[in-house]
């Protein structure tokens, strides 16, 4: 009679030495990434695996779970369920999605590779390639769901032409190019950590129950679906940061820098989310403060609570972005009120009954400070001068967002903030003193950032006037702008038959 | 759910997203393949230097010296995306996991002669150390590599040496009821029995290669098209004709794999080798480089199981690879 195994020995024998110690080329070049940031690896032995999942087991779940995906996916576009939809500008959320974030996923996958081929250790090896390929997972379904929407939409024909290019999209991107052109023990502490374990509910649960509040059922399901593999992905992130700890002392500080940076990161691209959460979704489920509340300062308070014994506090400047949390979603949304002639969506200044929801929502800020805004640019609208700011805006040499985050943690909102740091006698300037911790760490680094505004003053980006890089980027004239008299907009009437057929086609042509 | 909106109004605007009709035409329909792989890697305008490689961008077509106007004139012949890969291995595991079963319930192991099953510890079980190694360079062309269809590939090639890795460690645990010896065991003999060093010197040769499509020749096409018919087809079907046929049940997995990474290795060496003669040498020389490096080591762990017929076997496997090559364009 066989010995019984529990899943525990079961794996461990199923995986049992494999990882590999090269005698006949030198450690050091076969595994070449794995040093050079400084981080100490006494013995990769003490890292169990927290998922213990073999590659059978993978197969099967994965397969199921993605047959159910695809034939809800499949009904959707049979059944033309975008029509379900609560409102035509809700697709705006998801042009951002498909622009700016299934990118990433496809960004990780390649990155998560690097990982499973760089790290000597055979337990963290396997959790690596198999967070890789979910990544690929991630990226492909959510590329085959938004491809029904493409058809019916416009601003997601053309997305990873996008995504290299376009000013806004380089937030995201470079966020990435960062975390990738670093070492392997930075990428994971920034992607597995500080995102997916620190800040993804703040990306994912805004998008999915925007998703389900709106009537998306295919959104929601990618959504759902992928969580399942999060919750692994974020079982690696908290797992890696204690076995670097606990590896060696020196890792802790190396460690706890690499969490400041790539917190303030990953926020400022959530910048982007928090106006998609107030802003642009018809119905909202909760507000981008409500969501910093819950799974930052509460969730991310504990869990920092529970690392302290670890040496680990949390990340710098992380009261700064609590401050913030009443203002962010209003002063991204600004940004984009004034640049959406460029733009591959659509926003709008928002109905009444939305300013009253912020205005409950954000009872110590709205009303004070983002009220009179949007009724002054109401009234210009009214007047047939709806404000366009037609110049190039000065972008942070870090998160590349428009200067336009006020010094609400100094209590003077309504100043813009300005820092500037000076490297090889030039000035850069970025747009907080998180962005220009980032920046004074490694100027050499920061220096390199594509800037898209700049790249337009070199010439690189298809021409000088604004047409021609709209040109270059693909959009197209129905792209942008307000959603109020949009293409969509006239083609979401005619689809609820609001609108005489002669008009949907006419837009359908357009 | 039913709606009664006229067809006209809902008609869509496009049928493709515009990166996918630049390939397909705007009025054909793409499948899920054509969306899930074409020109989604990003290709220019990155931000910063990688720090692991300060010479290349970080996605970057030079990695290699193999050069293609077009890094997606390669398409895999399985059109394998995520969902079409784990469908398809979700189907051999289920099989997989009926052979298991099927063996251990009925002992079908027990009537095996004892020296069929020594030729199965000595030969078959460290080949788990080979199927991690070129995991490790498969994750490497997925890392460093160039394109979609390639990379993805690799991944899942990748993954794929993990699950088969781990079905010969089952084999090694019912062997043993068990225990591990076996697993010990070949291990020891992958670091330390002379008959294996020349192979494992070889794959970390090849871990150091600056070159990914070189890697890729190396692993995939040379060492895979000599080992799997070696093992896989020849020797497992002498075991199986000295009493070791239920051993065929529990490698099912492994025979299938091969004939189908073989569509997808032929098609990317006639695709890479028609593109112009520099890669037509390129892939030539890689192959006859590896060939050299390989079919010794090859001869060394043949020994194990065909004795003194082991040069024959391996110059008949390397046969067929360079046949197979010719027909795909590269020359031996």
Known sequence: MAKKLNMRKRYELLTRGLGWEPTYQAKEKVFSNESYEGIKITDWSKWEDPFRLTADAYWKYQAEKDKKLYAVMDSFAQNNAHLNLSDGSYVNALKLFIQGVSPLEYQAHRGFARLARQFSGEGAQIACQMQSIDE????????????????????????????????????????????????????????????????TNLLFVPFM????????????????????????????????????????????????????KHFWRAYRVLGLV????????????????????????????????????????????????????????????????????????????????????????????????????????????????????????????????????????KNDPMQIAYRVSEFNGEKFHTCSDG?????????????????????????????????????????????????????????????????SPATSQSNAAA | ????????????????????????????????????????????????????????????????????????????????????????????????????????????????????????????????????GANLNNQDICDRGYGVTITSLASFNGFDRIG????????????DENEEDTLVAAREAWLTNPVWQPLRHAMEDSFVLADWFEIMVAQNVVMDGLLYPLIYERLMAKLAAQGGAPLLMLIQFMTEWYDETVRWTNQLMKVTAAESPENAALLSQWTQHWLARLEPAMTSIASLGFGDQAAEQVMAVKQDLVTRLAKNGVKV
């Open chain 1, 136 to 199: 690929l997972r991630h990226a492909q379904t959510q590329i085959h769901t938004i491809s029904h929407y493409n058809k019916h939409f416009n601003g997601m024909h053309d997305p990873f032409h996008m995504h290299d290019r376009v000013w806004y999209l380089s937030v995201p991107k470079s966020y990435f190019d960062d975390a990738k052109s670093a070492g392997p023990f930075e990428f994971i502490t920034s992607v597995s950590f500080a995102f997916e374990y620190v800040l």
């Open chain 2, 1 to 132: 759910m039913s709606l009664s909106i006229a067809a006209k109004e809902i008609k869509p605007l496009r049928i493709n997203y515009a990166h996918i009709a630049r390939r397909v035409g705007e009025n054909k329909p793409a499948t899920r393949y054509q969306e899930a792989v074409y020109d989604v890697q990003p290709t220019t305008n990155f931000h910063y230097p990688a720090t692991w490689d300060t010479e290349h961008q970080l996605f970057d077509a030079s990695r290699t010296a193999i050069k293609m106007k077009d890094w997606y004139s390669f398409t895999d012949p399985r059109q394998y995306y995520y969902t079409a890969y784990v469908t398809a291995r979700a189907k051999q595991q289920e099989l997989m996991e009926n052979s298991f079963e099927m063996v251990e319930k009925h002992n079908l192991l027990q009537n095996i002669p004892a020296e069929v099953l020594d030729i199965v510890r000595q030969t078959l079980i460290p080949l788990r150390h080979v199927e991690y």
């Open chain 1, 435 to 499: 962005c220009k911790d980032i920046f004074d760490h490694e100027p050499e680094k920061y220096v390199h950032a594509w800037l898209p505004v700049h790249q337009i003053f070199q010439g690189n980006c298809g021409g000088a006037e604004i047409p021609d890089i709209l040109n270059w980027y693909h959009f197209k004239p129905e792209d942008g702008g307000d959603y109020k008299g949009s293409a969509d907009e006239a083609r979401w009437k005619a689809m609820k038959g609001e609108a």
């Open chain 1, 209 to 260: 129950s925007g998703a389900a509040f709106n009537g998306d059922m295919a959104t929601v399901t990618f959504g759902f679906s992928a969580q399942s593999d999060e919750s692994r992905h974020m079982t690696l992130g908290l797992e890696i940061i204690k076995f670097l700890v606990e590896q060696h002392e020196d890792n802790l500080p190396i460690i706890q820098g690499w969490i400041d």
């Open chain 1, 274 to 409: 928090s106006m998609m959460q107030d802003y642009m979704l018809p119905e909202s489920p909760m507000s981008w403060k409500e969501a910093w509340d819950i799974y930052f300062v509460e969730n991310s308070g504990a869990l920092f609570n529970d690392l302290a014994r670890y040496g680990l506090r949390m990340p710098k400047h992380h009261e700064v972005a609590t401050a913030e949390a009443e203002h962010l979603s209003h002063q991204v949304w600004g940004i984009f009120y004034n640049y959406i002639h460029a733009a591959a969506f659509n926003i709008g200044l928002p109905t009444e009954a939305k300013m009253n929801w912020l205005s409950e929502k954000y009872p110590n800020t709205f009303d004070k400070y983002y009220r009179p805004r949007i009724e002054m640019w109401r009234e210009m609208e009214a007047q047939g001068k709806r404000f366009f700011n037609m110049g190039l805006p000065q972008l942070c040499q870090v998160c590349q967002i428009p200067m336009g985050f006020t010094e609400v943690s």
């Open chain 2, 164 to 175: 088969m890795a781990q079905y010969l460690s089952r084999i090694a645990l019912l062997l």
